[in-house]
């Protein structure tokens, strides 16, 4: 059994690990640590856990970080990760991070990103020694390279959506790499469980909100990600919306076409590109995602359209923010990484209605 | 393997069903029937069931009724369970029905049932040759008389709380059996998939709708079963509201207390009737049940509460109306029917948030 | 034009007293106190009031209170109110406050009030020699007294619903008054503007939570006022409800009959009892009240039924909590106070779909 | 008084027509006409309306059309108005149409709009003899034509926004006309009070679904309308999404710039060609739209932003789609054509929370 400790347990982020790890054959969650909230049984603080899990929540000091773990999974703000992870990985522990900490290859790119995060938020990076370690953690594009790394850094929940939807559009040259709009769309989760002002209910209800017009960091992150991978340099407008619902991201790409191209063409590259993915569902032309379609599985769903008369192609992608976005990929990622089969703990048909 | 036959099985009540036998080690679904949207996969209907089921929805024509299966659920609407039931057991077929067609063990307990339906929906049993071989499907009061049997009414969504939030009360003597009054909540999905003006989004979301006051099938159901299993005459008001969620059902019960008890005497009577259930979860005295920590999974959580100004008990009970209250308790009566453990292919977690 | 100033203009009280307010011929906001957020226009906090209202937000000072005022509006917690009163009423300005402060007669009916109240909330109250000046804030229970009160303490939102539906069965002697069990239902709104994690768009949403069982300071409040307006002793058990909408109130109120009675016939004790009453409609027997139907206006629904086997009656009750339950029931004081017509301002229609 | 006739009174357009006439000072609502649910009071549809409105809805035979009016609206599908307006016209009846009947100036224009309907709402145009007379119902860019107009096209909801958003934009030269995306959400409302799969509760709740990909008549709408008004040759990409929300409408307009520009510099484009306009609010740079600051109102908000480095500005609008996208809009016209004050009867303020 896989001993993994779950830093940050007390948060949406954390609680998506354990709820999956609980699952998990081959892994055991041997410690939970938060900043908060500690001294008590998680289900104290997430009560549909009663009975399920009744680990007890341990304040995260720097002694504990690793301790009797195999993996350390750092369900963390940006920032954390990167101030344990070289002692981690000189003991030969092995680490999965959801912030930005290790999602990029050299200080230059972590700090574009940075860029774009409010100044509490943003970090000068205090562990680039691991930069060229680090793998990005989707696996749709890095596979090879996620199996049997130690060092993962996982995905933003808006990242994934846009770069499914955009790899084979730019590995295939079907679109002007710099002629692409994501208008996204996703639930309130994705903010945290803190409560906030933009997401009391009464003000989240009912009620539909642009934010961080062009500005938003996952843009930025995927560019990053698409130039590296596919060497084009990417031109990017991100406009993240937020959406009265809890659970679910959905993304509207378009782009313009480099040549005619019908949708069924179009199509047939998406089938191609992801043949034997396990989590992927090109629909057939003429369906659209729905975020109801996907929430509560790992499952991402993408369509394809084209509008003919503007040569643009409008791709759409669903995914479940806290599965695929976030605790659903992470584990994909950690069975890559110890060589469990990719699918073990993610057979979870999306929950309808 | 358990060869299963749905029927039904394109409403909510059938897609509960088919999306918890998909992982059921035991049993094999080996056809789904239904009287629309026939002839397509089942994934057609629900996109979500895309990859996981591609079974066709065949027309339920008497001549497929039990083909090919060892068990047959009807997920099917008062009255036609009651038409095939007599055939299927005279071929050793095992039947669970989801409507009232053989919850009940008279002809008089059944027209009483059938009084508080619409006239379209009452029927005049059919078959009630084998209403004395059939069991109310309650595992918590009628494990034994399940086990080993081949018919079961399940029980109804909203008897499922009242019922487990009344037998401790009424066995122990706890409250007056004249004095009680059940304050229902219930989600849209209850009312199933077909859409109606109640239940058009605009006119339910931002909306409660108190309906058939006092005058509930299920307020009936409950009084029947429990004055058939304790012996006691009950008077009960029973009032169901409509909210404004898809999932979830909570029960506000309020009862005279016989004698002044406190709040966690009477917690203990819940704890020690149902000791060793593996579903039940009676809060600590102070916590109060919400459908949020219970949705999704099969789990019921009980809360006491005592007014002692007023000499009342309060008691609070929530579940999944899809899972413990329909396709949940039936696998759970099931697991029980044929042998195999209680909790097989049922261990799932709420979701939350 | 009456010149009043609005104290706590930054919640939804206030936000609401301001928004009626705006559109009343015969008053003139004068000014906006509150304790945060102050030092900018109400329409920086509010952006729904862009080009309606930018008046500034003033720090509540206590040199403020009253300046330039022929009257203050407290929408303030229980305790503030309390502070100002005397020095406002000798300087012969008018008061209506939204808490508990001024809703008693006596310091004994206060502090049992109080005794509900969380230990951070509870005050001792420093102005009893007004107390007996006061005038409980319900038109439909005490228009005489309000008509040129210059005191008034407004009505509970829960109170509101709660005293609409019990004055004609207390008054009628048509249920036992130990008897009463009220089942409240309530919008987010009511618990205010300040994010928490109980109203956290992710844990209300989908969502449905008891609190306060049968100790919420409303219950207290109806029995208080009950006893004193009718001299019964009322024993009544309350129970509410957190629904996941914004706005809307609804009770569902349970009475043993004292002698057997159908609906249509107690229908007509509510008719009579509220004859000529500009915003109450008792509904046709047979129609049931909900939320939809009134929020967005001073309207109260009224909805009578009976439970014949079990000699009770059910009488559901809606009104929207922001305005029949506080800012618009202040403003039909207000009117009735100051000698404008009951109705003036409040001529809205409810908001539908 | 102006005589009123509201054909398709018991749709949510009807509706919304009845409640702003109902206060509106000049104009007499004298009758209602409807397909169904006719020969009972209004009220008893909509019983937010007891009280306040008792009319009787009569069927809509021809003989009834214009009868007792000076003033027919048509609340009603494509394909209606347009077999009644020659006679009424005739008769010197003024006529607004919520259709895309006459919202254009030729059967090209018309049957362009047509061929992005589904065949049974596709209609052959019936009265092309008055479409040189027809004029487009949108006052901030027809107004002139408006005033004293007797046949008024009310724009689709969704072109209320998109031309809202565009008119300064294309006007200006700012954007490249042929370089415009796009992406709008709306409100269950829009779809109408028929119930249906897609808006049934369980199925529109928690999720978000994009629909007419690319195809939506709206698109075609506003390119032609836009390209009538600036002789300027369109290309817009329009995909629309459904929210889970009742009423507001929001679009997220993006288009590639013909020169380097500033967000400051844009927005004072449409400050000054706005200046003056009663509904519309440009909001400063840096402040974003959201629905809910504009429903329950007939305002339009409008945030302008700008993508510097990939030279692309983002221009988001947040209407009503029942008010300003829809009755709001038509009384606003109304008052135009009659010579109303053009804000009479529109006084409303956003309802929040």
Do not use: W
């Not at 599985?297 to 003919?308: E, L, P």
């Amino acid at each position: 059994m896989l001993r993994t400790q779950i830093i940050g347990a007390t948060g949406y982020g954390g609680l998506g690990m354990i709820e999956l790890l609980l699952s998990h054959p081959e892994i055991k969650i041997t410690s939970l640590l938060a900043k908060t909230d500690t001294g008590q049984p998680i289900s104290a603080l997430f009560p549909h856990l009663r009975g399920f899990c009744e680990l007890r929540v341990d304040e995260a000091i720097p002694d504990r970080v690793g301790v009797d773990a195999d993996l350390v999974v750092f369900a963390t703000p940006d920032g954390v990760a990167m101030e344990h992870a070289a002692k981690l990985r000189a003991a030969g522990i092995g680490v999965i991070d959801f912030s930005g900490d290790f999602r990029f290859a050299s200080m230059a790119e972590h700090q574009r990103y940075c860029g774009r995060l409010s100044s509490d938020r943003a970090k000068t990076h205090v562990c680039h020694g691991l930069l060229n370690e680090t793998v990005y953690g989707m696996p749709e594009l890095f596979r090879r390279q996620i199996e049997g790394a130690r060092l993962v850094g996982n995905s933003g929940c808006f990242a994934v959506a846009m770069l499914l939807g955009l790899v084979p559009l730019i590995e295939g040259d079907i679109v002007e790499p710099g002629s692409i709009i994501v208008d996204g769309k996703t639930g309130v989760s994705g903010a945290g469980k803190k409560p906030s002002s933009i997401n009391h209910f009464p003000e989240r209800n009912e009620n539909l909100t642009p934010y961080r017009i062009a500005t938003h960091q996952h843009g930025v992150e995927v560019a990053t990600i698409l130039e590296r991978a596919t060497r084009t340099r990417i031109g990017l407008t991100f406009v993240p919306h937020l959406l009265p619902i809890t659970r679910g991201l959905l993304c509207t790409i378009y782009g313009q076409l480099t040549r005619p191209a019908a949708a069924p063409e179009i199509r047939n590259v998406f089938v191609e590109r992801y043949a034997g993915e396990p989590f992927l569902r090109v629909l057939p032309v003429g369906d659209a995602p729905t975020v109801k379609a996907v929430v509560g599985s790992n499952v991402c769903d993408i369509g394809v359209s084209v509008d003919t008369p503007n040569s643009r192609v409008v791709i759409v992608v669903a995914i479940d923010n806290l599965l695929k976005g976030q605790a659903g990929v992470a584990l994909q990622n950690i069975n890559l990484m110890f060589g469990f089969d990719e699918q073990l703990g993610l057979a979870r048909l999306p929950m309808y209605p």
